[in-house]
Nanobody, 114 residues
Framework: QVQLVESGGGLVQAGGSLRLSCVAS????????MGWYRQAPGKQRELVAS???????NYADSVKGRFTISRDNAKNTVYLQMNSLKPEDTAVYYCNKLILPWSWGQGTQVTVSA
């Protein structure tokens, strides 16, 4: 079973930026689509960005134009660049593959202050 380790979260003021990283213990090069999810307190986990094996990307409307997902297959790593952060982006962020997800990692906390 592949393990996922997310990092890069923190406390930032509204308008600030963060770059999240997700390192997989196994190869992601053959994975058709990887995604970043987030879960805010009292809410369900939601998909915010995904990237295909061919580097095609999709974003939730709430983050479109502000977040950028990328992947480095050689490093088994997926990134999420988050700009123009808003308080409503506050959540625990996770990465996983979209189809038949692996076990979830611990996530990384992102807190955006007003």
């Amino acid at each position: 079973q592949v393990q996922l380790v997310e990092s890069g979260g923190g406390l930032v003021q509204a308008g600030g930026s963060l770059r999240l990283s997700c390192v997989a213990s196994g190869s992601i090069s053959s994975i058709s689509a990887m995604g970043w999810y987030r879960q805010a307190p009292g809410k369900q986990r939601e998909l915010v960005a995904s990237i295909s094996r061919g580097a095609g990307t999709n974003y939730a409307d709430s983050v479109k134009g502000r977040f950028t997902i990328s992947r480095d297959n050689a490093k088994n790593t997926v990134y999420l660049q988050m700009n123009s952060l808003k308080p409503e982006d506050t959540a625990v962020y996770y990465c996983n593959k979209l189809i038949l997800p692996w076990s979830w990692g611990q996530g990384t906390q992102v807190t955006v202050s007003a």
